[in-house]
């Protein structure tokens, strides 16, 4: 069955690191994959996403992520964190065999000033 | 623009009740997802429709159905309400069939007492 995996389940910074945040996803066929946020208190909001093309795609508010086929990977990058970024974040996936949108388990990010 | 809208925000149900919950898409998108998100993970597929049609099903039973009306709103019923039932609600449309890229409501709180 697809599955998406995300290695991170809690991770504490301080303003100004740099973010790294895993993601894996077990189907071989061709996918869709999307990272989205949930800012406290706020709904799910689709941070990035990529369907074809540059496998570097880059969405809102400094985020980037990098579509590695040969890994399975689509991690999700930030150079310089701010407070702000406090969040939980999901990866998704959407096989074309499927069509359904297939959650990780999220990675709790907390950014102290 | 509004996004999508969900109601009602939070519900109180005891064991063996039935619930209605209801979403309302975007303007202009004809496809209508809904997720089940339990405290800690990430959200989980339960239905897909695409123009009035159920186009997918998640692993849920037969106590959760849905519908959607000719102007896409969206209702998602769950009969005998369990404990194991509290979840956030959440939906979500998209303008294509495969509901590739979603746009998330608020969520319902359910709580099963």
């Known amino acids: 069955a697809q599955s998406v995996s995300q290695h991170n389940h809690h991770v504490i910074l301080s303003e100004a690191a740099s973010l790294e945040l895993g993601c894996n996803y077990s189907?071989?066929?061709?996918?869709?994959l999307f990272w989205y946020v949930q800012y406290p208190g706020q709904h799910l909001q689709l941070l990035l996403k990529y369907f074809s093309g540059d496998p570097l795609v880059k969405g809102i508010k400094g985020f980037e992520a990098e579509f590695i086929k040969s890994k399975f990977s689509f991690n999700l990058r930030k150079p310089s964190v701010q407070w702000s970024d406090t969040a939980e974040y999901f990866c998704?996936?959407?096989?074309?065999?499927?069509?359904?949108?297939?959650f990780g388990t999220g990675t709790r990010l907390q950014v102290f000033p | 623009d509004a996004g999508v809208t969900q109601s009602p925000t939070h519900l109180i149900k005891t064991r063996g009740q039935h619930v209605t919950l209801r979403c309302s898409p975007i303007?202009?998108?004809?496809?209508v997802s809904w997720y089940q998100q339990v405290l800690g993970q990430g959200p989980q597929f339960i239905f897909q429709y695409y123009e009035k049609e159920e186009r997918g099903r998640g692993n849920f039973p037969d106590r959760f159905s849905a519908r959607q009306f000719p102007n896409y709103s969206s209702e998602l019923n769950v009969n005998a309400l369990l404990l194991g039932d509290s979840a956030l609600y959440l939906c979500?449309?998209?303008?294509?069939?495969?509901?590739?890229?979603?746009?998330f409501g608020p969520g319902t709180r359910l709580t099963v007492t």
């Open positions: 189907y071989g066929g061709t996918v869709n």
């Open positions: 979500a449309s998209s303008l294509d069939q495969a509901g590739r890229e979603q746009y």
């Open positions: 303007s202009g998108h004809k496809s």
């Open positions: 998704a996936v959407i096989s074309y065999n499927t069509d359904k949108l297939i």
